[in-house]
Structures are given as structure tokens and as C-alpha cells.
């Protein structure tokens, strides 16, 4: 198979990731607490010029269409394969949250502070397993384009992480503090 099929590959699971994500949007908690709409921007429109960057064709022609790899399988299917290890994280974390799930920054009505699954280890493993299926998918795709949208998530989700601490502290207090202390926030404490 060629890299470039591997990458159509990745994207696949993205799609079904997206599914998974509408499907189970139908049954949440009533939001108590939302963020304002401009402040939810400030991290939206970064993530959709990442996603532009990484799926749009288009951008081969240009600078950014650069390799960072060479052009092999291999490495493509080493991709596609961590792309899925994070979409399925992602999926399991959404999963774990059920209906205390939000796309934006919320407290619901009657939210509960989840613990255990993924959270058990790390307090967003939702944007862990974006953030891995993202990799994933840039090492597929072997372009420059890809690193720069990994990049800029990265940075727009350890923001919007930031502030879902802020609302998740002001609801739990010193309850979601202790849980802050002992877990990571992207990735697991290992001291």
C-alpha cells in the first residue's frame, strides 16, 4: 500500500470518531455553567485551521506540503496505527464521561466528577487521545503541515484544558484539587 493510502486510512477513523461523537451527543445533563461564545473561539477556530491543515489536499502544493518523513508504508502504517490507539481512547474517555460530557467548557446540572477509567491516570484523556490520533495521523500524512496542526492543538487544547480546571475547581473545590494533585493533565504522573 502506498504512504498516501495509509493516510486515507487514518482519516477513516476520524470519521468514525466524529460518529461516535454525534451519536452519542443526544443524551446529556442540562449545562448549569457555559462558557461565553467568544471565549469558546479563542480555541475553536485554532482547532479548525489544524484540521484544514491536516485534511486539506490542497495544502501538498504548497511549503507546507514539505516531508518530514520519507515516503514509506511502513511508517504510514505505524501512523494509522497509533491514529486508531487515539481515536479509541478518545472514544473510551467520551465514553467514561457519559452525559457529564460537553463540547464546550460546562458544568452541568447535577455533574459529577469522574475518576476512574482513563481519568483515573489523567484528567483530559479525551484531548490525550486527540492528541495521539493527531500524531498518528501527521506521521501517515509525513508532511509539515502535520506538525504545525499538532502544534497548534496542542496548544489550543492545554488552554481550553486550563479552563475546564478552572470551572471543574470552582464546582468541586478542594475535592477536584486532590484529584489535580495525583493525576497528570495530559499524560499520566509517573512520580
Known amino acids: 500500500m502506498r ?9 477513516w477513523f476520524w470519521l468514525a470518531f466524529l460518529a461516535y461523537w454525534v451519536i452519542s451527543a443526544r443524551k446529556l445533563k442540562s449545562v448549569k455553567k457555559r462558557e461565553p461564545t467568544g471565549e469558546r473561539l479563542m480555541y475553536m477556530i485554532p482547532m479548525i485551521v489544524a484540521y484544514v491543515l491536516l485534511f486539506s489536499d490542497w495544502m501538498t502544493f504548497t511549503e507546507l506540503g514539505r516531508r518530514f518523513v520519507k515516503p514509506d508504508a511502513q511508517i504510514s502504517a505505524i501512523g494509522v496505527a497509533i491514529t486508531a490507539l487515539g481515536v479509541g481512547l478518545a472514544i473510551w474517555a467520551r465514553w467514561h464521561l457519559g452525559e457529564n460530557w460537553s ?3 460546562t458544568v452541568k ?3 459529577e466528577l469522574i475518576v476512574s ?12 487521545g486527540m492528541l495521539t490520533a493527531m500524531a498518528g495521523t501527521a506521521l501517515a500524512l509525513g508532511e509539515i503541515r502535520g506538525l504545525i496542526a499538532l502544534g497548534i492543538t496542542i496548544v489550543a487544547f492545554y488552554f481550553k484544558a486550563r479552563k475546564e480546571e478552572r470551572y471543574m475547581t470552582s464546582e468541586f473545590g478542594e475535592t477536584y484539587r486532590a484529584y489535580a494533585q495525583r493525576t497528570g493533565m495530559l499524560v499520566p504522573k509517573f512520580l
Open 103 to 105: 463540547a464546550t467548557v
Open 109 to 111: 446540572a447535577g455533574h
Open 3 to 11: 504512504p498516501m493510502d495509509w493516510f486515507h486510512i487514518a482519516g
Open 117 to 128: 477509567g482513563p481519568y483515573r491516570a489523567v484528567r483530559h484523556p479525551i484531548y490525550t
